[in-house]
T-cell receptor, first 117, second 113 residues
C-alpha cells in the first residue's frame, strides 16, 4: 500500500513569493490533515478535512494561507505571500475515520521543507 | 487545553543501554496516546499507541503504558540499538474521533556503538 505522498520535498523561495504544496493521501482515507513543524518542535495542526470539507481550520493563518481539497482526495496548501517566519516543514497526514468516536491512526507523509530567504 | 510535555533532549546512550523517555499529558476526558518516531530525512511513523487506561502499547521492542493516575505515557526499551537513533514524539488525540493530534516537542535520541 502506498503511503502519503507529498511534493515537492524541498522548496526555496524569496520572501513575498507564493508557494504551494501538494498532498496525495492513502487511498480510501477520507480525513486529511496539514501540520506545520517548526525546527525543534512537534507538529501543529493547521487544517483538517473530512472528505472535501474543512472541519477544523482554526489554526490556519487565513490572511496568507489557503488550502483546498477538491473531490475529497488530493489537497493543496498555499502561502501567498510567504514570510521569513514561514520557513518550516509542512506535513500532510491522512486517516480513515470510523464512526462512534473510533480513533484511527494518522499516517504522515515525508513533508515539504520550505526555506524562505 | 490539551498539552503534552516530553523530557528535554537530546539523549545520548550507548548501544544495549536501557532507554526511558518521559511523557506526561494534560487533557480533558480520556484521550488516546501515541508515540511517533521520525528517522533522519523521513516522515513521522507511528511507533505504538494506547487507547485506554492501563493499556500497554508495544512495537519493535519499545513499550509504553497508559497511566491515568499519573497522566503519563513513558517510552521504554530494554536494549537500544544504533538504528534507534531518531526523534521521538509523544502525542495525544482527544475524545470524539476528532483525531486532532497534540504533540510534545520531541526528544532526539542518539545511540553510539
Amino acid at each position: 500500500e502506498a503511503g502519503v505522498v507529498q511534493s515537492p520535498r524541498y522548496k526555496i523561495i524569496e520572501k513575498k513569493q507564493p508557494v504551494a504544496f501538494w498532498c496525495n493521501p492513502i487511498s480510501g482515507h477520507n480525513t486529511l490533515y496539514w501540520y506545520l513543524q517548526n525546527l525543534g518542535q512537534g507538529p501543529e495542526l493547521l487544517i483538517r478535512y473530512e472528505n472535501e470539507e474543512a472541519v477544523d481550520d482554526s489554526q490556519l493563518p487565513k490572511d496568507r494561507f489557503s488550502a483546498e481539497r477538491l473531490k475529497g482526495v488530493d489537497s493543496t496548501l498555499k502561502i501567498q505571500p510567504a514570510e521569513l517566519g514561514d520557513s518550516a516543514v509542512y506535513l500532510c497526514a491522512s486517516s480513515s475515520s470510523g464512526t462512534g468516536g473510533y480513533r484511527d491512526t494518522q499516517y504522515f507523509g515525508p513533508g515539504t521543507r520550505l526555506t524562505v530567504l | 487545553g490539551n498539552s503534552v510535555t516530553q523530557m528535554e533532549g537530546p539523549v545520548t546512550l550507548s548501544e544495549e543501554a536501557f532507554l526511558t523517555i518521559n511523557c506526561t499529558y494534560t487533557a480533558t476526558g480520556y484521550p488516546s496516546l501515541f508515540w511517533y518516531v521520525q528517522y533522519p530525512g523521513e516522515g513521522l511513523q507511528l511507533l505504538l499507541k494506547a487507547t485506554k487506561a492501563d493499556d500497554k502499547g508495544s512495537n519493535k521492542g519499545f513499550e509504553a503504558t497508559y497511566r491515568k493516575e499519573t497522566t503519563s505515557f513513558h517510552l521504554e526499551k530494554g536494549s537500544v540499538q544504533v538504528s534507534d537513533s531518531a526523534v521521538y514524539f509523544c502525542a495525544l488525540s482527544d475524545l470524539g474521533g476528532a483525531q486532532k493530534l497534540v504533540f510534545g516537542q520531541g526528544t532526539r535520541l542518539t545511540i553510539n556503538p
